[in-house]
């Protein structure tokens, strides 16, 4: 049994549907990319999983048990945990209060987690007293990213880790997936850094005008011949 499966979704705003019967699975300890052109429909599919948008059709499960239409927060307390592209830490905030934000359903002591985090994200340890707005961009990635792991996600949904990011830490951001999943996190990601997400990832999937077109193993789709066409600079 999958650790995620997508089956036959489609979601719209109003009557348009963005994303027609799309289907996929994420196993456990997995990475899967997810790529295609601009309005694909990619980050709309990522918000339907995590409960912020509401699908005309179809079924979303976790573990075999069904979360099509649980709010967010029970999505997070089932094991997901989803970092949008924007707005995805509190600028307001310090680094510290950030992941004390994300910690907000646990119970106990979190300065273990937290540790583990700042473990993980070195750069950030002397910066933790330091409001998120004003990090870099990749800085503030990190942040993200941290918070939501401070829940311990079985599924963490990445919406574009990369974008924006300087090309040093493009590098840097996929070490640390790579880095997380080793962990036992896995991971569904949105990325248009095709190359290098289907490089990292177990399978991928290519979804076009709202649809699936092709999905395989990350090193198959990289030598697909029309998808290094579309995608990769040939």
Same mark, same amino acid.
């Given at each position: ?16 549907? =963005? ?29 339907? =999983? ?16 069904? =979360? ?108 640390? =997936? ?57």
């Amino acid at each position: 049994m999958a650790l995620l499966e997508v089956q036959c979704l489609t979601v719209g705003y109003g009557e348009l549907p =963005i994303i027609r019967s799309v289907s996929l699975r994420v196993e456990r300890q997995e990475i899967v990319a997810i790529v295609g052109p601009n309005g694909a429909g990619k980050s709309t599919l990522m918000k339907t =999983i995590a409960g912020l948008l509401r699908p005309q059709d179809g079924r979303i499960l976790l573990d075999g048990q069904e =979360i099509t239409r649980l709010r967010p927060p029970r999505i997070v307390q089932a094991g997901v945990c989803y970092v949008p592209q924007t707005d995805n830490v509190f600028p307001s905030l310090t680094v510290d209060e950030n992941l004390d934000m994300g910690a907000f359903i646990r119970r106990g002591d979190i300065r273990a987690k937290k540790a583990d985090m700042y473990a993980l994200f070195p750069d950030l340890a002397a910066k933790r007293k330091l409001r998120a707005g004003q990090l870099s961009g990749g800085q503030r990635q990190m942040v993200a990213m941290a918070r939501a792991l401070m829940l311990e996600p079985r599924l963490l949904l990445l919406d574009e880790p990369t974008a924006g990011l300087a090309p040093m830490m493009v590098g840097v951001m996929f070490e640390k =997936i790579a880095e997380i999943n080793r962990t036992g996190v896995a991971m569904l990601m949105v990325e248009q850094n095709a190359r290098q997400a289907l490089q990292q990832a177990h399978r991928g999937y290519v979804l076009a005008m709202g649809q699936n077109r092709y999905e395989d193993t990350g090193q198959a789709l990289l030598a697909h011949p029309e998808i290094r066409a579309m995608f990769l600079g040939g």
